[in-house]
């Protein structure tokens, strides 16, 4: 599973944890704002500013690891060293109110300024198909394999 799938998958779990069950009278709707700070310099900073929290690391494949903090409304994903985005971090706050799941995403990308646009293009593209699903569109579709979540609109 690539990082991220797993921000995604880490993203869909959350949502649904946090989320009231929701009526067809009640869309729920999601608002993605992107970070400009995440918080460290570096992605190893940041690595070892959330290891040094205690929290429990969530493995995903190629050595990707994801957390949740305490507060249970930010998350963390970092890539491992076989993603072509490595070094690379990712960090989610939620809040919600009034029907509005907002996730501010902050990326840290030490990788190329190409696989760091992708990686960016990529995480866009699934958050933007998970709020059209969240708001009722039956035209975004997710699936997910044994090792890759994918979304898209139907054609």
């Known amino acids: 599973m690539n990082i991220v799938s797993l921000c995604f998958l880490g993203l869909l779990l959350l949502c649904a944890a946090c989320c009231p069950a929701r009526s067809a009278e009640q869309p729920f709707k999601l608002v993605v ?12 900073d940041a690595l070892a500013g959330v290891e040094s929290q205690g929290l429990v690391p969530t493995p995903g494949l190629n050595g990707a690891v994801s957390f949740l903090e305490s507060d249970s409304s930010t998350a963390w994903t970092f890539a491992g060293k076989d993603d072509p985005a ?13 029907g ?11 990788a190329s300024a190409e696989r760091c646009e992708r ?17 009722g569109d039956r035209s975004a579709k997710c699936s997910m394999d044994d090792s890759t979540l994918k979304c898209s609109a139907e054609p």
Do not use: N, W
Not at 33 to 44: P, R, S
Not at 100 to 110: H, S, W, Y
Not at 126 to 132: P, R, V
């Open 33 to 44: 704002t992107e970070g400009h700070y995440i918080g460290y310099k570096t992605v190893a």
């Open 86 to 98: 490595y070094p690379s971090a990712v960090r989610y706050v939620y809040t919600k109110g009034s």
């Open 100 to 110: 509005i799941l907002r996730a501010e995403v902050t990326i840290l990308c030490e």
């Open 119 to 135: 990686f960016r293009s990529d995480i866009r593209d699934k958050l933007a198909q998970l709020s059209k699903m969240m708001a």
